[in-house]
């Protein structure tokens, strides 16, 4: 019986519309990763922030917490190449007059 309940999610997941995470949301993993998306009777859309679903394979993962720890061990176990291949994220450069660790350090040192 839960083969036929795991077939079952696994069916909703292959036809589930997933949402991607909002910008604000800075983790690499959130690359491969996004809500489902459900329609009410009325056909509005509504979102389930409890749970996460991994865009490779539409495995669901939860996401109670609110942190990315469940999803990166799903790509490490499942998807290690996708975390081999991420770029690092790329610094934004200081405004004119911002401080930095570099011109801080610089700034003390004798």
């Known amino acids: ?20 995470a909002p910008s604000t949301f800075k983790a690499v993993v959130w690359q491969h990763f996004g809500f489902p998306v459900s329609r009410n009777d009325k056909g509005e859309k509504q979102t389930d922030k409890r749970q996460t679903i991994c865009k490779s394979c539409r495995a669901t993962v939860a996401n109670n917490s609110g942190n990315t720890s469940n999803m990166r061990s799903h790509l490490s176990h499942h998807h290690p190449e996708k975390l081999r291949t991420q770029q690092p994220t790329v610094r934004k450069k200081p405004k004119p007059g911002q401080l930095t660790d570099r011109s801080i350090w610089s700034a003390t040192s004798p």
């Open 1 to 20: 019986m839960a083969n036929g309940v795991d077939e079952r999610a696994d069916q909703l997941n292959k036809n589930c519309e997933i949402e991607d």
